[in-house]
């Protein structure tokens, strides 16, 4: 197979081919798509056992250069994502603009959405999610994610039995429809 690349400084050979696949340039071989590194592993060793993924000694996704390469489990990447710092959580990813400290005051207070982002300077989804807890998940054994009931939303309950949650009033569009809309406070625990 010939595949163009470009020689790094730290002597990667990067495919100059568009990364598709999570990062992984892509290439057509052996009769189908698979990431380019792999095919260049499969190209010079043969056939792969199953479950034996080709791994990056060198962690750029981008490298095609053989010793570069060696054949290892998804375990051994997972491991060593964590190693390298590749997996991060809470304060250290690069978006976190919030300490755990901050996240479990939110996840106390009883205040709304939109004051609590407004004082700590994100957005409301964030704190949406913080609150429940999709975000920060790790925290969740010390103050655990905050219900519906305390997140200072409006729950409206329908005809149907069926309980939404949303910010703000019910949309002219549901009141229009006939829909009852019971709009109740709950107290926060
Ligand atoms: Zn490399």
């Known amino acids: 197979m010939r595949l163009a690349y470009t020689v790094t400084p730290s002597g990667c050979h990067e495919a100059m ?12 071989s052996h009769g189908t798509m698979m990431n380019a590194h792999r095919a260049v592993w499969i190209d010079a060793h043969g056939p792969l056992a199953p479950g034996i993924v080709v791994r990056h000694k060198c962690d750029n996704k981008r490298c095609i250069r053989l010793d570069h390469l060696e054949p290892g489990t998804h375990a051994d990447n997972m491991r060593d994502a964590v190693e390298r710092g590749r997996v991060v959580r809470g304060e250290k990813t690069a978006s976190a603009r919030l300490t755990a400290a901050q996240v479990l005051e939110i996840r106390k207070s009883t205040e709304r959405q939109v004051a609590l982002a407004a004082r700590y300077g994100v957005n409301q989804a964030t704190i949406s999610l913080l609150r429940s807890g999709r975000t920060w998940s790790h925290l969740n054994s010390l103050v655990p994610p905050a219900q519906a009931a305390n997140t200072g939303r409006p729950r409206t309950a329908l005809r149907s039995g069926v309980t939404i949650t949303h910010v703000g009033r019910p949309s002219p569009r549901v009141l229009a429809a006939g829909v009852r809309v019971v709009v109740r406070k709950e107290k926060a625990r």
């Open 17 to 28: 081919k568009r990364p598709g696949n999570r990062g992984y340039p892509q290439v057509f």
